[in-house]
């Protein structure tokens, strides 16, 4: 597909010879060059070795599962574990104090006899923040990210689109995603976590996420043959519209004064960077550097095989006389 339009005349580098400035584009649809699985994983553990010793234990588990999907050309890129501190099942504990206050605080303006459960809670927080009782329970949590990618050919293509389907069903399986690798809380830890796990679920709900727990997405990369031969259409596509729009006012086309190009895809980016659930835990995911290493102007992410498509444009000025 091309197409082609006029930005209007306007005085170049040249004083004597105005330029007539014409744009075009040309839309390229990319076979896809190889199939990616994109997983977060998290592990907790009582301590900080604990949960890097269990984090790293589990690549183990997760690649052999995958080697057992009968792909041997894959390629495995892990991010580096990312170790924090954190109650189990609250995903900020600060954000859920404060909406219990609030909550507590409403109920008690509109129920000054109020003797129920959350007024409980809250007057423990009181306490805990004075440091009359237990501390929270704490433990380490620790996440990374697998890119995994395997080559697509035109001979592998229609395969290829079966083995991303086995991928999606398996980065779903329990044994893959490691639902069991969480920290086994006493009755203790649970009753004393117990309000503030109401309150985050209830934050954490009211909070925008667009990312999904795995990805599985489609390659496409525009070879230099391609770029050269979707210039050359848009080239000769402005031409022809500048020359049209000079023979209209009466002028000559002159030289080309000025051209330059852009690459862009047409489709919205699947590689969000904000928070994500994983094993039911919403986390932030910083892997914004390497999405963006992932994806050149030549190179386009789809979960969708056929939105593997670039749009290629140009802006040339022409003298006009």
């Known amino acids: 597909m ?28 990319l076979q896809p060059v190889a199939v990616q699985l994109r997983v977060p994983f998290r592990v907790e553990g009582r301590q900080g070795e604990e949960a890097i010793a269990s984090i790293r234990e589990h690549r183990k588990t997760v690649e052999k599962l995958l080697g057992e999907l009968g792909r041997t050309d894959g390629t495995y890129r892990w991010t580096m574990p990312i170790l924090t501190n954190t109650v189990p099942f609250v995903e900020n504990p600060e954000s859920a104090r404060q909406w219990m206050r609030r909550q507590a605080a409403q109920m008690q303006v509109n129920n000054p006899q109020m003797r129920g459960r959350l007024r409980e809670m809250l007057l423990q927080e009181e306490e805990e ?58 009755e203790e ?28 997405l489609y390659v496409g990369v525009l070879s230099e043959g391609q770029e050269a031969a979707a210039l050359k259409k848009c080239f000769e596509k402005a031409k022809g519209q500048a020359q049209r729009l000079a023979e209209a006012a009466g002028k000559q086309l002159g030289e080309v004064r000025m051209i330059s190009s852009t690459i862009q895809s047409l489709a919205p980016s699947p590689t969000n960077t904000g928070p994500s659930y994983v094993n039911g835990v919403l986390v932030t995911t910083p892997y914004a550097v390497q999405d963006a290493q992932e994806k050149t102007e030549r190179r386009v992410l789809q979960s969708n095989p056929n939105d593997l498509v670039l749009s290629v444009s140009i802006q040339v000025g022409f ?3």
């Open 2 to 29: 091309c197409s082609a339009q006029n930005s209007g005349a306007s005085s170049g580098a040249v004083a004597s010879a105005p330029l007539l400035s014409v744009s075009a584009q040309e839309s390229v649809t």
């Open 129 to 186: 923040l004075d440091g009359d009782s237990e501390p929270l329970p704490f433990i380490h949590a620790a996440t990374n990210r697998l890119v995994a990618e395997w080559p697509i050919t035109e001979e592998t293509l229609d395969g290829s689109i079966e083995f991303g389907a086995k991928l999606r069903r398996l980065a779903q399986s329990k044994d893959f995603r490691g639902t069991k690798l969480r920290v086994q809380l006493s």
């Open 189 to 216: 830890e649970l009753e004393q976590i117990m309000p503030l796990m109401g309150a985050s679920a209830y934050v954490s709900s009211s909070m925008p996420t667009g990312n999904v727990d795995s990805q599985v």
């Open 319 to 321: 003298e006009i006389r």
